[in-house]
């Protein structure tokens, strides 16, 4: 399994926070690798300082939906369309876990969900403290809560609005005739297994292809696919941005999950 992440004031390793960091995106991630720069951005967040304004984010664009991971002070918390507003609390392997098992991220969900509900207000009531015994004066703690709120809001917006990088390899697109050929030899079904979690993909002879993940309630895809030639191998190259490589006739492989001819 491997994924296609964006940075945001992140060093490309992730072990820097800054504003001088310039977006980046990075194709073909792996587990390990993931799993390392989160790590790494991680022990970076604990080196900030209150002056610190980047709003650092990984994005990880993933098989089973988009993931955001970004700080929650000098804590990391997992977003996803379910908990934008204030994340999942996991460690790091939870995260991971989270992001390449369905089950697991409906089980961190489930308890978001519930530790979401509204609680009752136990603040202590203010009282004015003696400015002689102040710290920071008042007005710059506000003006700093204001900066954070709009970096927030700000990255949100990228997030939302940054347009899908390009994550095609170079490839070139074959013949009408040879691709509709192609295409007609690999239609039928294909699965990666019959259990919850599991995808199933449906071909068509017209090049539409139909992937759905197993589940009570399963999800659906569907984009269209062209043939093409990457690295001097016939594969192909779909309206999301990703490739369909050929194993075999009975095997075709796309993020990195092996699908295999379905027989009745």
Known sequence: MTFNISLHHLSPDATAVGEQF??????????????????????????RTEQDFAAPVIRINAPQG?????????????????????????????????????????????IYETSAKPKRNTAKPFRAQDPAKAGTPRWVKIGGLAVLILAFNATTAWMLMKPPPDLLPPHEPLAVEV??????????EYETGPR?????????????IRV???????????FTAQ??????????????????????????????????????
């Open 22 to 47: 310039e977006d980046k995106d990075i194709p073909a991630v792996t587990v390990p690798q993931l799993r390392q720069l989160v790590n790494s951005m991680s022990k970076a967040l604990a080196t």
């Open 66 to 110: 988009v993931f955001m991971v970004r700080p929650d002070g000098r804590e990391l918390r997992l977003h996803t369309w379910t908990t934008q507003a204030g994340g999942l609390a996991l460690t790091v392997d939870e995260m991971i876990g989270a992001i390449t098992d369905p089950e697991k991220l409906a089980a961190a969900e489930s």
């Open 179 to 188: 691709s509709a050929r192609l295409i007609a030899r690999l239609a039928g």
């Open 196 to 208: 919850p979690g599991d995808r199933g993909m449906t071909i068509l002879s017209n090049g539409n």
């Open 212 to 222: 759905v993940r197993y589940g009570p309630v399963p999800e659906e895809w569907t």
């Open 227 to 264: 043939a093409a030639i990457v690295d001097g191998k016939e594969v192909l190259v779909t309206s999301a941005s990703s490739v369909i490589r050929i194993m075999d006739d009975q095997s075709l492989t796309l993020f990195g999950d092996t699908y295999r001819r379905r027989t009745i």
